[in-house]
């Protein structure tokens, strides 16, 4: 039996998931890339899909200790010391 397959997964990329209102992303960025129209940000646990706007700040912080805090619907990015 043959099914069509429309959505193709990479099995070595985690699957980003938005951040909710008042939820923080946290922990070593390891990698930023764009997919889809978005700035993606993988962290140890996971990946967060974020605003193509903050990829330019977001790669000066790859390889850091990062926080991601997102309050009315804006995102604040910091390195965590």
């Known amino acids: 039996m043959i099914y069509p397959c429309f959505e193709v997964k990479s099995l070595t990329e985690p699957e980003a998931r938005r951040l909710q ?3 923080e992303a946290r922990g070593v960025l390891l990698r930023v890339h764009e997919a889809e129209g978005q700035c993606i ?3 140890a646990w996971g990946a967060v899909s974020l605003p ?3 990829r330019e700040q977001l790669m000066t912080l790859a390889g850091k200790r ?3 805090l997102r309050i009315d619907g804006r995102f604040y ?5």
């Not at 990015?77 to 010391?81: H, I, L, Q, T």
Request: aromatic letters at 6%.
């Open 21 to 23: 209102e008042l939820e």
């Open 41 to 43: 940000a993988v962290f």
């Open 52 to 54: 193509r706007e903050l």
């Open 77 to 81: 990015v910091r390195e965590v010391g």
């Open 66 to 68: 990062t926080a991601i």
